[in-house]
């Protein structure tokens, strides 16, 4: 079946993983009041769910922020570091071309490379080789400092400090077995070919060894990893290296700092440590890096400029994310790039379902294409980190190194893989719809980083289908993903703008579930930070008389007085709720309060609520009780005279009163609160005598509490 680009008419998944879920049993029509009180009175919302998606989305609000930039040239051809260091790009090649078939390689190169080298894992088994042998091949992937082990190598056999190093052709040495060298005690390079390795055999090795011997000269070949006919071979073992590893990239800047007579080697390990070099380095593990690295470290420091300066100038993950695709082709690798991205921070097992579920939609993916993603972590990927998590038996977590990377890939393969982007699109909303809320939470946080790089493109192909979704895991993770939107200083004005639009007066059943939709943008942690505006998007939804969207305005209050906007919100309530009339706006806005009255704070951030009595679980209007006693005693006399919300109220009361049966500094907070109401006025004291006998007296049941604030109302002022 085909898809649309918003991901339309995709037949489910099976397998359990981004499964689509069941359709709703929504007729369209509005929810009653009745069902819509008895729903929020019931079971109410998932509160680990939710705990578990407000902290995943404020955790990338925070890194966003921290970073200071939102914005990445991803698309640069090259990028400067000041004067004459470049990385990436077409610069200018460090190998000289002759048309010789024997060229001299220059003394001042042969130091260039060698002066600060770093051994790295399988050079000395090459060494023992070059000895025995008098010549070796290191065949081994490009970029990983070949040619420079090469180099140290035949300067070492030769034992002097300035050898006579030539380089040689390779399709006129490799297979000659009358090849003769041309210079005695010399040393002789053949560079990388991609006719080397069908040149090899072992009587050609045999024959060259030999006169090696004679001559007193040393040969070094270097060639791509071996064929599988090669690997098979038994002599190779004899001639060829296959497990020359690059050397580690922090030793080499430290070992080229060092050479300058700048820096003492254990100060400045201890200094690049503490500015963050480690994982910018260890993301980038190839040896060319770590020479310019340095480089621009030495000409930074020369100038007096600051150290931590130059590590955050090379901290640009555009350039490496361009440098890893360029040379990362294969269908496997970019699904699971991109799974990461998408769901950076979740368990090995959950990515890896996301990354194979990818895979198998690629176009043009082939068949019998091995999925080892575990296997090649370490090869394939040095910018991701497996990490392991708190506790015995934690899941093992996946992340890249560098926290700035997610968005740079994101938007790399979104922008440059035009083919993919239907699947893709298709892929994110089942993530979106998943059954685990973590899956959901950073699938929408993906969804909002992808948005916020076109957003009327976004708006049309899938923010507003997904917003009018009748899946409610759907509207959360656009809700989540409009937030991330949002948080972009550029956007801000933009979206707040459209939640005002979405939540004004829906029509039918699109636009209400649109309107629901902006009210969980409004209590998401973005719209946390704007009180105000969010309090004027959850009362637009109140105005309305449909009560789809109660949970939605109940949650939004209930997450701004977590989040500290207690007076803001006391005095928005205060003011819906004004008229005690019988209209939709008192009646929610009612609703919200007795709602927050009797439900606890966000267990996510426990340590957010502004609380005199600090318990675990206590309502954040109880633990804030004394900071407000005479809006909340006008808002508990409220609800306790309306007939709708009275139910409610009450119920909040009574577990107030459990509350302080237990614990006598919260028995004072909610004993002074009910003293407050009922010195309101005299039906408002008419009203609370009763109930209070009620729940006094309560067979199996009674509050000792209860009866103490009884009696002190009972006694004549």
Not at 224 to 235: D, F, R, V, Y
Not at 407 to 422: A, C, G, K, N
Not at 495 to 511: G, H, K, S
Not at 566 to 573: C, K, S
Request: net charge negative.
């Amino acid at each position: 079946m085909e898809t649309t680009e918003s991901g339309e008419n995709l037949p489910p998944d099976t397998g359990g993983y981004g499964e689509a879920p069941e359709a709703e049993n929504d007729s369209g029509q509005p929810r009653t009041k009745e069902d819509a009180l008895r729903a929020l009175k019931g079971e109410g919302p998932d509160w680990e769910d939710s705990d578990r998606s407000q902290a995943i989305i404020n955790e990338w609000i925070g890194r966003s922020r921290g970073h200071g930039d939102t914005t990445i040239n991803y698309f640069a051809a090259e990028v400067h570091a000041g004067r004459d260091f470049i990385i990436g790009g077409a610069g200018e090649s460090r190998k000289r071309s002759s048309g010789a078939t024997l060229v001299a390689i220059d003394v001042a190169e042969i130091a260039e490379y060698t002066v600060a080298f770093v051994e790295p894992a399988g050079f000395r088994r090459a060494m023992r080789v070059l000895h025995q042998k008098r010549v070796v091949t290191l065949a081994t992937s490009e970029g990983l400092g070949q040619r420079t082990a090469a180099l140290e190598l035949l300067r070492r056999a030769l034992g002097v400090d300035e050898p006579a190093l030539y380089k040689l052709d390779a399709l006129e040495v490799l297979g000659d077995r009358t090849w003769v060298p041309p210079y005695d005690a010399a040393g002789y390079l053949v560079p990388r070919d991609d006719a080397s390795l069908r040149l090899l055999s072992e009587t050609w090795f045999d024959a060259v060894s030999k006169r090696l011997e004679t001559a007193g000269a040393y040969l070094v070949v270097l060639t791509e990893p071996l064929s599988h006919e090669l690997a098979q071979a038994t002599w190779r073992t004899d001639f060829v290296v296959e497990n020359l590893a690059a050397p580690y990239s922090f030793d080499v800047v430290t070992e080229r700092l060092c050479r300058t007579g700048l820096f003492e080697r254990e100060v400045i390990k201890r200094q690049l440590t503490e500015a963050g070099a480690r994982p910018l380095l260890d993301a980038r593990p190839k040896p060319q890096f770590a020479v310019d690295f340095a480089a621009e470290v030495i000409r930074v420091v020369s100038d007096g400029g600051d150290l931590r300066d130059a590590v955050a100038r090379l901290d640009r993950p555009g350039e490496l994310v361009r440098e890893w695709f360029s040379e990362h082709k294969r269908h496997d690798q970019l699904a699971f790039v991109f799974a990461v991205a998408v769901l950076e921070g979740s368990s090995y097992l959950t990515l890896s379902d996301a990354a194979a579920q990818l895979f198998t939609r690629l176009p043009d993916a082939p068949d019998e294409e091995p999925m080892h993603f575990r296997g090649t972590l370490r090869k394939d990927h040095p910018w991701i980190e497996l990490e392991a998590g708190d506790g015995l038996g934690a899941a093992e977590l996946v992340k890249f190194r560098n926290p700035r990377l997610q968005p740079v890939v994101l938007t790399h393969i979104w922008y440059e893989y035009d083919m993919y982007r239907p699947v893709l699109l298709a892929w994110l909303k089942n993530l979106c719809g998943h059954q685990d809320v973590e899956v959901r939470a950073r699938a929408g946080t993906a969804v909002g980083i992808i948005a916020s790089g076109d957003l009327q493109h976004a708006m049309h192909r899938y923010l507003r289908p997904w917003a009018r979704s009748k899946t409610a895991q759907l509207r959360q993770s656009i809700a989540l993903a409009l937030s991330v939107v949002g948080a972009l200083s550029e956007h801000t004005d933009a979206i707040w703008t459209l939640l005002q639009d979405w939540a004004e007066a829906p029509e039918n059943v699109y636009e209400r579930r649109m309107a629901s939709t902006a009210g969980l943008v409004a209590g998401s942690p973005w719209g946390l930070d704007d009180p105000s505006r969010a309090l004027g998007v959850l009362q637009r939804l109140a105005e309305d008389d449909d009560w789809d969207s109660l949970e939605v305005i109940a949650v939004g209050i209930l997450h701004l007085l977590d989040d500290g906007s207690f007076t803001e919100v006391l005095g928005a309530l205060l003011a819906w709720t004004a008229r005690q009339d019988e209209s939709a706006l008192v009646e929610k806005g009612l609703v919200a309060f007795t709602f927050a009255a009797r439900n606890p704070a966000s267990r996510a951030e426990p340590e957010k609520t502004v609380v005199p009595v600090r318990r675990p679980g206590l309502p954040t209007l109880l633990a804030n009780a004394v900071n407000a006693p005479r809006e909340l005693a006008e808002l508990w006399a409220r609800a306790l005279a309306n007939a709708q919300v009275r139910p409610m109220a009450l119920d909040a009361l009574r577990e107030w009163l459990r509350l302080a049966d237990r614990d006598p500094s919260v028995f004072r907070a909610v004993r002074n609160q009910i003293l407050t109401v009922a010195g309101l006025s005299d039906l408002d004291c008419e009203r609370l005598e009763y109930h209070l006998e009620q729940w006094a007296d309560s067979e199996g049941d009674p509050s000792t509490s209860a009866f103490e604030i009884l009696r002190e109302l009972s006694v004549p002022a």
